[in-house]
């Protein structure tokens, strides 16, 4: 028939939370397979206890997630100005290239301007009136970019 207990099990689990061996003791769970049995998981449980005892602090661990939730918030709302951003140097860089390789597009828009006097003469150049439209077209993507719908 097995045995579930031993005599000396109390006896070494004392000695174990004391953390003092005895010869006798070390010799008896070398022969003693429950007691064996009972050191290694006191051995275990011990090893385990002192890895949760390494645990950061409770209020390191709440300032870090609030730092983090703060990042996280401000990059959601940098987010739509870094588009704006990308959107207003890629017109810049297309109106450009646009001006530089094809000017004559500008050339015969600006003498189409001219032959209607809209304003009185010399009020406008062609560069100031190129501004304005310019100028306009930037205010209605602006216009665009505020009204479209937040996610």
Not at 43 to 58: E, I
Not at 77 to 83: E, F, V, Y
Not at 113 to 119: D, R, V
């Amino acid at each position: 028939m097995n045995r579930f207990s031993c005599e000396k099990q109390t006896e070494i689990i004392e000695s174990l939370r004391r953390g003092a061996w005895d010869a006798d003791l070390a010799k008896h769970v070398a022969t003693c397979a429950i007691c064996a049995d009972t050191v290694a998981v006191s051995q275990f449980l011990l090893t385990d206890q002192r890895a949760a005892a390494v645990l950061p602090d409770p209020d390191f661990l709440w300032w870090k997630a609030q730092l983090a939730s703060k990042q996280m918030a401000v990059e959601r709302a940098t987010r739509s100005i870094s588009l704006v951003r990308k959107v207003s140097y890629w017109s810049v860089a297309a109106a450009g290239l646009w001006i530089v390789f094809a000017p004559g597009h500008i050339e015969s828009a600006m003498a189409a301007l001219s032959e209607h006097e809209i304003w009185p003469a010399g009020a406008l150049s062609q560069s100031a009136l190129f501004m304005g439209v310019g100028a306009l077209v930037f205010a209605l993507l602006g216009c665009l970019y505020l009204a479209r719908a937040e996610k």
